[in-house]
């Protein structure tokens, strides 16, 4: 058991880890490899594990003062929230960021090399393949898709029939582009585990964020932090990542984009009505 005078996270006995905060909320996450919790997407999970903490710290230090009213316990908490809302916002953008990053890996991974200019040889072996392919009948095409579903033996015609211009039918080209997958993930294992164990942390500590998110919002006055005021201080960051992070308190890009133009209504120069 990992303790501090913040949190408390624990291993269950099933794997899952238990996080426990001063101010009583308790986040449950997936079990997860150790590596895992040290990539990128893990690191920006912990990051906001430990901004909550250090925000219901600091916001009790307040409540417990006896010399401030009311509203200078408002007052004085509203910067500590700011900021929080900040790191949770930034660290859900660090996880798009490298969950984009990982996709783009995964491209490459997977991509169907091009024909390159002047490459003739490549070009009749393709040719040769796709006539060969119209000639089969309905039985002949499915014992061919067998075979290719099957195993990697066949690459060289999956790489002519993705390369056509000419569109098959979607059975087809999903069994076909499948079987391509496995055979580039095949020839490259270690990128290929990286990927996936990436994409799986990052799906990891999304979830993991929407809790600290949603722990958060019960910490705070909801009449003082309604969601259009934590939308319009992620929106208005001056930090594009911060302002990438909006989803970790539920927003969509449909909120974000009706509040933008709520927003640019009032600017100078906005449309008013009657005008």
């Not at 986040?27 to 590596?35: C, E, L, S």
């Not at 009311?70 to 509203?78: A, H, V, W």
């Not at 072996?125 to 060969?132: P, T």
């Amino acid at each position: 058991m990992k303790q501090n005078i913040k949190t408390t996270e624990s291993v269950q006995i099933d794997g899952s880890i238990e996080i426990r905060f001063a101010g009583g909320n308790v986040i449950r996450q997936a079990p997860i490899a150790t590596v895992d919790r040290q990539n990128a997407a893990g690191v920006a999970f912990s990051v906001s594990v430990d901004a909550l903490s250090e925000f219901q710290a600091e916001q009790s230090k307040v409540e417990r003062d006896d010399e401030l009213a009311t509203l200078g316990k408002t007052r004085r908490i509203e910067p500590l929230a700011l900021n929080c809302i900040d790191q949770l916002a930034n660290s859900y953008g660090a996880v798009v960021a490298f969950d984009a990053h990982l996709n783009k890996r995964d491209d490459v991974l997977l991509a169907v090399p091009q024909l390159l200019p002047g490459d003739v040889a490549n070009v009749s072996v393709d040719q040769e393949v796709r006539q060969w392919w119209r000639g089969l009948d309905i039985h002949g095409r499915a014992d061919v898709m067998r075979r290719i579903d099957a195993g990697p033996e066949l690459a060289r015609i999956e790489l002519a029939l993705l390369r056509s211009p000419i569109a098959l039918a979607d059975a087809e080209i999903a069994v076909i582009r499948a079987s391509w997958d496995r055979g580039r993930r095949a020839e490259n294992p270690k990128e290929a585990v990286d990927i996936a164990a990436g994409l799986a942390s990052c799906a990891w500590a999304k979830r993991g964020l929407v809790q600290v998110a949603a722990a958060f919002r019960t910490s705070v006055d909801q009449h003082v932090w309604p969601d259009r005021r934590i939308l319009g201080h992620i929106v208005n960051s001056p930090n594009q990542q911060v302002q990438a992070g909006f989803a970790v308190f539920g927003f969509d890009v449909l909120t974000v984009a009706e509040y933008r133009r709520q927003q640019a209504q009032t600017g100078i120069g906005a449309y008013q009505a009657n005008s």
